[in-house]
């Protein structure tokens, strides 16, 4: 769904829309004007959506104002990344009209400073809709219990090829685990390991290392989450 249709179909529905072209003028208009949610694409020219909504919620009308990120990018830890950057919401295109809706009509965010419930280390909510949606409903329960046993090994085969001296085996490592992390909804590991394969990627394995820790506690949240859920006994990583 391009700017042009959603504009469409929020204005058929009876919203008042005004539309600029980068997050300058949506700073601007927002000093300017009282608006009741903002629609904030990631990426515009001059100032992308991040530095927009920093700025927006610097003014006084933008304290609480709901702003609803727009990205192209459906990636596992996209969402945590947009709320840690002051976001009240989270639509990925190509969106549906109903979530559309919901996220204007207050149906699909809170503001920014309402207390809300803590995003669970896995969205399996989230996970099982999916499932649900392909069909393929009975495997949930499998698919977890592969994640929750191979955690560990995956997690060792990471730390392992930390240690060594070439960044390829580190690279498809994280990649594996960001993989299986991602499909089963655990956002925030995922995001991490995104980012110990981009470091990896890029050579800089003193940055990939870094991370390691914030990954270990990740996926101990991760099995830990998924143990309660599922009624387990406990584990633990180490």
């Known amino acids: ?10 204005l058929k529905r009876g919203h008042q829309v005004d539309v600029v072209s980068n997050g300058r003028e949506a700073v ?3 000093a300017a004007e009282g608006y009741d949610v903002i629609l904030m694409d990631i990426q ?13 919620r610097a003014l006084p009308q933008g304290r609480t104002l709901p702003i609803i990120a727009l990205t192209a990018h459906a990636l596992s830890g996209e969402r945590e990344r947009c709320l840690e950057r002051g976001m009240s919401g989270y639509l990925a295109k190509p969106f549906k009209a109903h979530d559309l809706f919901a996220a204007v009509e207050g149906r699909g965010a809170q503001p920014a400073d309402t207390a809300a419930a803590p995003i669970p280390a896995v969205d399996l909510v989230a996970f099982r809709r999916t499932m649900e949606e392909a069909g393929a409903a009975e495997a949930v329960d499998g698919i977890l219990e592969t994640f929750v046993a191979t955690l560990p090994q995956r997690l060792e ?36 390991l995104e980012d110990v394969e981009r470091a ?5 394995l003193a940055a990939a290392r870094d991370k390691l820790e914030r990954v270990r506690g990740e996926a101990q949240a991760a099995l830990d989450y998924l143990r309660t859920a599922t009624k387990r006994r406990p584990g633990c990583l180490t």
């Open 44 to 56: 515009m020219p001059e100032m992308d959506g991040f530095e927009a909504t920093e700025k927006i």
């Open 28 to 30: 601007d208009a927002v």
């Open 157 to 192: 085969a990471l730390v392992t090829a930390a240690a060594g001296t070439e960044a390829d085996p580190l690279q498809r490592a994280a990649h594996a685990f960001r993989s299986a992390a991602g499909t089963i909804g655990a956002g925030s590991l995922a995001a991490l």
């Open 1 to 10: 769904m391009n700017q042009q249709v959603a504009t469409a179909m929020l």
């Open 200 to 204: 990896a990627r890029d050579g800089d």
